[in-house]
């Protein structure tokens, strides 16, 4: 409990948690940063890490001179690229018979069977649209490794995605995370992020929903 607690906290308070790290690592901050990135993008395991959120405090961060902006965008999209290949050569090598139990509590077949349905209707553009997409995020390029993409245009989806991704967020935070009213308010903006980066699949949801209901 005393963990779920930390990681709440740690996630709705962003900002004092990510300057208390930069103070107290200094450079090594990056590092921290980096591996939590491609973790939450490369291991199917830690798909409840914060990416967005992360994203955008990490820019705010910078514009108060902490970090610099321009070596938080180039590392953290290496990281975002090498996580989402290293979540391809997974699923490549395990496929999906690590979502056998329809039961369990991280590796969920809900997850695999949401972003399938993303595949379906986005096709290999779903690489690059997942990565606004919490959750969907970490298991497309799982999903692209099993065998709905080949590897050459994977890893220019991952790119481009990679890319676009951290450079929206982080430059996102470095223009407006530093504003007197963004900073008083941060946790609401945090709640914010979440909300529209869960939006679609919320959408998506209802309108199942309204389907199952017409057919019923």
């Given at each position: 409990m005393e963990i779920l607690k930390y990681f709440f906290d740690f996630f709705m308070h962003l900002d004092r948690h990510l300057d208390v790290m930069v103070s107290s690592y200094g450079t090594w901050a990056y590092l921290i940063l980096f591996l939590i990135i491609f973790a939450e993008t490369g291991l199917v395991v830690t798909p409840i890490l914060p990416g967005d959120s992360l994203l955008f405090a990490a820019g705010s961060i910078a514009a108060r001179g902490s970090l610099d902006v321009a070596w938080v965008v180039?590392?953290?999209?290496?990281?975002?690229?090498?996580?989402?290949?290293?979540?391809?050569?997974?699923?490549?090598?395990?496929?999906?018979?690590?979502?056998?139990?329809?039961?369990?509590?991280?590796?969920k077949k809900d997850y695999l069977d949401r972003t399938r349905a993303f595949?379906?209707?986005?096709?290999?553009?779903?690489?690059?649209?997942?990565?606004?997409?919490?959750?969907?995020?970490?298991?497309?390029?799982?999903?692209?490794?099993?065998?709905?993409?080949?590897?050459?245009?994977?890893?220019?989806?991952?790119?481009?995605?990679?890319?676009?991704?951290?450079?929206?967020?982080?430059?996102?935070?470095?223009?407006?995370?530093?504003?007197?009213?963004?900073?008083?308010?941060?946790?609401?903006v945090i709640f914010a992020i979440i909300f529209v980066s869960v939006l679609p699949g919320i959408i998506g949801f209802i309108r199942e929903f309204i389907r199952m209901r017409r057919r019923a």
């Amino acid at each position: 409990m005393e963990i779920l607690k930390y990681f709440f906290d740690f996630f709705m308070h962003l900002d004092r948690h990510l300057d208390v790290m930069v103070s107290s690592y200094g450079t090594w901050a990056y590092l921290i940063l980096f591996l939590i990135i491609f973790a939450e993008t490369g291991l199917v395991v830690t798909p409840i890490l914060p990416g967005d959120s992360l994203l955008f405090a990490a820019g705010s961060i910078a514009a108060r001179g902490s970090l610099d902006v321009a070596w938080v965008v180039l590392l953290l999209s290496i990281a975002a690229i090498f996580g989402d290949t290293v979540n391809y050569a997974a699923g490549h090598f395990m496929g999906p018979r690590v979502f056998h139990n329809p039961g369990g509590r991280i590796l969920k077949k809900d997850y695999l069977d949401r972003t399938r349905a993303f595949f379906e209707k986005y096709g290999g553009k779903t690489i690059i649209i997942a990565r606004f997409v919490p959750i969907v995020r970490t298991f497309a390029p799982f999903v692209a490794g099993v065998g709905s993409m080949d590897y050459g245009r994977f890893i220019v989806y991952n790119i481009a995605g990679g890319v676009a991704w951290v450079a929206f967020f982080v430059i996102g935070g470095y223009w407006f995370g530093s504003l007197p009213l963004v900073r008083k308010n941060f946790t609401i903006v945090i709640f914010a992020i979440i909300f529209v980066s869960v939006l679609p699949g919320i959408i998506g949801f209802i309108r199942e929903f309204i389907r199952m209901r017409r057919r019923a």
